[in-house]
């Protein structure tokens, strides 16, 4: 018996050594193989396979090292589960601050033109960007191994998260709408998240507990206390009726690509690749951008350093680095747990215009900063708690 693994006697009589660094250097290896061939592999599936060929081996084997062997495997199982919920929450921390970002980066670009167009012009920037990346990424297969009806989720997904969502929010400013009132109605998303979430996915695991309900009105109130002081009344039914559109778009664009998720794991297929989902996204937003932005706007900007800058930023951090961890994390967290973020994006936001744009820090913001990061612990640690499977 050595430090780091242990012998296993098999029905053959020979002799295995296994230890927990070899076991993920064979499940890695496996996965890199079955991934080359449009496969999914599952390392959880290869730790349960080696728990059942424990389990039935010959009399040989004494029970004492049947539950060694089945306490090795289960620290595996632990050890990459607490690996990867680091991960998770890094991951999170740099897609709030991303996604807050956009609000101030926007506030440069739209100085200088039309909105419409300033979406249209950073949408084809984002386009070109993906599809270099595309063309010189050997490792990137071709699109047409994605089936119609999951290019057409995905199409539509980027419509409604890209297209429909910012220029709902932007045309209810045009409205009369003031920023605060957008702002709040926008971090309302988790709320029509989690009441469609049931509905859309059809998952037990999707619906929210009684506890992250409790987590989600705290973040409705820690939006509250952050821009309290910033929300007035004002603007047309027209303005409310299109916010109201772009919290509703978002909410379906985010269970819709979870949806794709679920039903790739259910067939046993790996997930489509990430930067090609992006791409189509980018593409059905650009032309919706497009439209919007020639016939309204003409695609009048007066060009300076400073927009050009603002574009490149928007373009490649927010809409690809942003949007891609969005959807990235949709992959490992469920749609629930990840809208619950957004009632992060308000604190930050203002945080991140203090050194930018020298505005100024409220008490209501540091407030609401602590309510939100509470209200987020609570629905992410309920809903991890449903989902835990013991090994």
């Known amino acids: 018996m050595s430090d780091d693994g242990h012998v296993l006697r098999l029905n053959s009589g020979e002799s295995v050594f296994h230890s927990s660094f070899q076991l993920r250097q064979r499940n890695q290896r496996k996965a890199t193989r079955w991934q080359r061939t449009g496969r999914r592999y599952d390392t959880q599936t290869s730790t349960t396979a080696l728990r059942e060929r424990l389990l039935t081996t010959d009399d040989e084997v004494t029970s004492e090292h049947r539950s060694a062997d089945i306490l090795d495997v289960n620290q595996i199982s632990r050890n990459r589960t607490s690996s990867t919920t680091i991960w998770t929450i890094a991951l999170s921390g740099v897609f ?5 970002s956009g609000w101030v980066g926007a506030k440069f670009g739209l100085g ?50 890209h297209g429909i969502y910012l220029a709902g929010s932007v045309g209810a400013m045009t409205f009369g709408a003031s920023a605060g009132m957008v702002a709040f109605l926008s971090a309302m998303q ?15 695991t999707e619906r929210a507990s009684h506890l992250q309900w409790l987590g989600i009105a705290l973040g409705i109130l820690a939006v509250y206390v952050t821009l309290a ?20 778009s978002i909410s379906i664009a985010t269970l819709v690509d979870r949806r794709v998720t679920v039903r790739r794991k259910k ?5 489509s690749q990430l ?13 919706f951008f497009g439209i ?8 009048e900007a007066t060009w300076s350093r400073e927009y050009m800058l603002t574009l490149a930023y928007m373009a490649i951090v927010v809409s690809i680095a942003s949007y891609g961890l969005l959807y990235f994390l949709l992959r490992h967290m469920s749609a629930v747990n990840v809208s619950s973020l957004i009632y992060l994006t308000p604190p930050a936001t203002m945080l991140l215009a203090w050194p930018i744009l020298g505005e100024s820090i409220s008490l209501g913001g540091l407030i609401g900063l602590g ?12 809903g991890n708690n449903r989902k835990k499977v013991v090994v």
């Not at 709030?96 to 807050?100: G, I």
């Open 275 to 287: 930067i090609q989902i992006l791409w189509v996204h980018s593409t059905s937003a650009l032309l």
């Open 267 to 271: 067939l046993g297929l790996a997930p």
């Open 112 to 161: 200088y033109s039309g909105p419409f167009t300033f979406l249209s012009i950073r949408y084809f920037l984002v386009v070109i960007a993906l599809s270099l990346f595309i063309a010189f990424l050997s490792t990137v297969k071709p699109l047409a191994r994605i089936s119609l009806p999951e290019l057409f989720d995905h199409a539509l997904v980027g419509l409604l998260s």
């Open 96 to 100: 709030v601050l991303l996604w807050s």
């Open 292 to 299: 919007l932005g020639w016939f309204l706007e003409g695609f």
């Open 371 to 382: 309510i939100g990061g509470i209200a987020v612990v609570v629905v992410m640690a309920t």
């Open 229 to 248: 002081s910033d929300i007035q009344g004002g603007g047309s039914g027209i303005a409310y009726l299109l916010l109201f559109i772009s919290v509703c």
């Open 190 to 204: 988790p709320l029509f998240t989690t009441l469609c979430a049931g509905w859309i996915l059809h998952e037990g």
